[in-house]
């Protein structure tokens, strides 16, 4: 069966510092991948999604970056943080591009940016 | 504009009645699925019902139904029999057959009262 991993669950972070989460999914071949932030109560908002290795597409223009080195392995990135960098991070994965693929998702990441 | 809408910030609920949470959704795509996903305050996302575009019959997975008016693009969740452990954060979401991304409605906080 499928399934992903993401850490760390919380990070303290200060301003200024670099940033580095990683998910791996396991258990599938060439799935898609995503990065969401959520602010505290609120939606989600994807940050970056990808379809393949090297193939990243950004959703919002900021100070974080993602990549992904290996087919499934994404990894989220940022030089200087920002305290508005602070929030809830989810990594996803769905299969193919069927409208009926669901994502899944990782536990989440908590970080404050203090 | 928005490609999905949730108009209700916040809901109560008793225990053992049905709850609707409303979901608007926007697109010129003829095919797209539909998904609800509940956020427990873990932060785990939880994949509940998934709906097609194409689909003649509304989605019903346990207590959980979505309610599909295609011509008013609406995607309403219905929760019958509300449990204390319905309590978390609802989210609706779209994905459209020529796009790998997944959109995300702000989300609706459901308590249930015992």
């Known amino acids: 069966s499928q399934t992903i991993h993401q850490w760390p669950a919380t990070l303290v972070q200060p301003v200024g510092s670099p940033l580095s989460l990683e998910c791996t999914v396991e258990g599938t071949s060439n799935p898609n991948l995503y990065w969401y932030r959520q602010a505290a109560g609120r939606g989600l908002q994807l940050l970056f999604y990808s379809v393949g290795i090297g193939q990243i597409s950004s959703e919002v223009p900021q100070n974080l970056s993602a990549s992904r080195p290996q087919d499934r392995q994404f990894i989220l990135s940022s030089k200087k943080l920002l305290l508005s960098d602070s929030g809830f991070y989810l990594c996803?994965?769905?299969?193919?591009?069927?409208?009926?693929?669901?994502?899944?998702f990782g536990s989440g990441t908590q970080l404050s940016v203090l | 504009a928005q490609k999905i809408t949730q108009t209700q910030p916040g809901m109560f609920v008793q225990e053992k009645e049905a709850v609707t949470l409303d979901c608007t959704y926007d697109t010129s795509d003829p095919s797209y699925g539909l998904f609800w996903y509940k956020q427990p305050s873990s932060g785990e996302m939880i994949f509940l019902i998934y709906q097609g575009s194409y689909d003649q019959q509304n989605a019903t997975e346990g207590r959980y139904s979505l309610n599909f008016q295609k011509a008013r693009k609406s995607a309403n969740l219905v929760i019958s029999a509300s449990q204390l452990g319905d309590s978390a954060m609802y989210f609706c979401?779209?994905?459209?057959?020529?796009?790998?991304?997944?959109?995300f409605g702000s989300g609706t906080k459901l308590n249930v009262k015992p």
């Open positions: 979401a779209m994905r459209e057959v020529n796009f790998n991304k997944f959109y």
């Open positions: 996803a994965w769905s299969l193919g591009a069927g409208i009926n693929e669901k994502l899944f």
